[in-house]
């Protein structure tokens, strides 16, 4: 699996000016931590995903939850595979390997249920594969270009971002480029400009939700909506006396090693976000791998954040790990069997999990909502 190389977070800082990053822009913010239970206001729902010798992996790297079917790429990326919504393993899509229909390394999936195909996104042979959706047969194979993540966007085009840049005929490289789904080029967004030497950090950098698709750099609190034509600043992130750098700062002491320079310091080190109808979730890092969790209600700006730790001991999830996308109107998290196993817990449902559990065993999924 390829990392995201962090020269893309100043792409944006610089090449937006201060009044874009301010105009139109909604404010999402979270109070210091709170001592509020949140307990009580959520719902949880668990899905341990079965665990046979066909279907053994360690963590999830991307989910896609459709038509009571999970579809979910494994940390390395070495297989897709496919459970109902029970977490009843079903089947493996494809295969890993070099031959016609083999990926290598996977990072994104899409499913397009009036084509009703999924199409694979492998960085590392840069191609996307497409399979029936249906009977999971492969199609159809095309060769891409060098990219980090991609995102489909609504009106069937594709988001592709690069740390290097994709050049225009005069060598002018943007971060950013849209094509048709031929692959033909229709537009490059934002020009390079700060180029850290070693700036690797492992994550996403898009997420989907009302079948549009947002931009999330790690680093940066700015939120943008992806389209055809343009990215629109949306949401900007504000964590109470936890703080992103700014961009003078990165250029300035981060330049030769971003993501090391970064988690040295009490900044911001990155950032996962997702969204629903009524929340907004954020999990992050601040002072090295410390990690946090919020969540804001879009309707009443009302919002809680707390420490992981805390988050976990108020709740009583245990092996309670990370987000990893949504489903309806839940969030989706990752359980850890081995930190479930001989645990304790004064959640019900999650009891005769915990007494069944093998520490060797796959990922529990535990969904999350408000009441």
């Known amino acids: 699996m390829k990392y995201l190389i962090l020269s893309l977070l100043v792409i944006f800082s610089f090449s937006c000016s201060k009044k874009e990053q301010i105009d ?3 404010i999402i913010s979270f109070d210091d931590e709170t001592n509020i239970d ?14 046979t010798d066909s279907c053994l992996f360690g963590d999830i790297f991307a989910i896609n939850i459709v038509n009571d079917k999970i579809y979910t790429i494994n940390r390395k990326g070495n297989y897709l595979l496919v459970f109902d919504i029970s977490g009843k393993f079903i089947t493996q899509i494809g ?40 009977n999971y047969k492969y199609e159809k194979g095309q060769t891409t270009f060098y990219f980090s993540d991609c995102c489909w966007l609504p009106d069937g085009n594709i988001a592709w971002a690069f740390h290097g840049g994709y050049n225009t005929g005069k060598r002018d490289p943007h971060y950013i480029k849209i094509t048709d789904s031929q692959l033909n080029t229709i537009k490059l967004l934002y020009p390079t400009n700060f180029t850290p030497e070693s700036p690797m950090v492992p994550g996403r950098l898009f997420y989907t939700f009302d079948q ?7 680093y940066i609190p700015t939120i943008y909506e992806v389209t055809s034509e343009k990215l629109i600043p949306t949401y900007q992130i504000e964590l109470g006396r936890q703080k992103f750098a700014s961009p003078e700062w990165l250029k300035e002491n981060a330049e030769k090693n971003l993501y090391g320079t970064i988690s040295q310091t009490n900044y911001i080190s990155g950032q996962q976000i997702q969204e629903t109808d009524d929340y907004i979730c954020i ?46 109107n839940y969030f989706i998290f990752t359980m850890l069997p081995d930190a479930l196993k001989n645990s304790y817990t004064t959640i019900p449902e999650l009891k005769p999990i915990i007494e069944n559990i093998k520490e060797d065993d796959n990922p529990i999924l535990c969904l999350i909502k408000f009441k």
Do not use: W
């Open 24 to 26: 139109n822009v909604k």
């Open 38 to 51: 949140i307990k009580d206001k959520i719902t949880c729902k668990f899905i341990p995903l079965e665990t």
């Open 95 to 134: 295969r890993r390997g070099n031959g016609p229909g083999e990926y290598m390394s996977l990072n994104n999936l899409h499913i397009d249920k009036e084509k009703q195909t999924i199409t694979l996104a492998d960085s590392y042979q840069d191609k996307l594969y497409h399979y029936n959706l249906n």
């Open 212 to 218: 549009k698709c947002y931009l999330n750099i790690p």
């Open 283 to 328: 999990e992050y890092y601040a002072k090295g791998l410390n990690s946090h969790i919020g969540f804001y209600n879009k309707k009443t700006g009302e919002s809680f954040k707390y420490k992981k730790s805390d988050f976990i001991k108020q709740t009583g999830l245990t092996g309670f790990f990370q987000l990893k996308g949504t489903y309806e």
